[in-house]
């Protein structure tokens, strides 16, 4: 079965971290730039982190840059989104998405319509 599959969401206080995990199963992410896009209630989608497959091109949003990093293990199939220094805005449920690294290039890092795996989700509240 072809999944994409988050983890590591959770409740976090303003200035904490989590760890995401972007995990694949039936096909080999390894061959795939992955992006993650987060969506916030009453707000749109929106492009996070991105990084290529083969080179680990990484790109960030510049609300997240600094304090995001986004990794690979191919070995393990995964992806990942270190989160430091989190804020309140930071709330959102947060996806996972595959693309082919040659059309995000083509057509653009945050075009979401690019990527045609995503995972169901993982919710991250930054709250006191």
């Known amino acids: 079965q072809v999944q994409l599959a988050e983890s590591g969401g959770g409740l976090v206080q303003p200035g904490g971290s989590l760890r995401l995990s972007c995990a694949a199963s039936g096909f080999t992410l390894g061959n795939y730039a992955v992006g993650w896009f987060r969506q916030a209630p009453g707000k749109q989608r929106e492009g996070v982190s991105c990084i290529s497959n083969g080179d680990g091109i990484t790109y960030y949003a510049d609300v997240v840059k600094g304090r995001f990093t986004i990794s690979r293990d191919n070995a393990r199939n995964t992806v990942y989104l270190q989160m430091s220094s989190l804020k309140l805005e930071d709330t959102a449920v947060y996806y996972c998405?595959?693309?082919?690294?040659?059309?995000?290039?083509?057509?653009?890092?945050?075009?979401?319509?690019?990527?045609?795996?995503w995972g169901q989700g993982t919710q991250v509240t930054v709250s006191s």
């Open positions: 998405a595959t693309a082919p690294f040659e059309s995000l290039v083509r057509h653009g890092i945050w075009t979401q319509s690019r990527y045609d795996r």
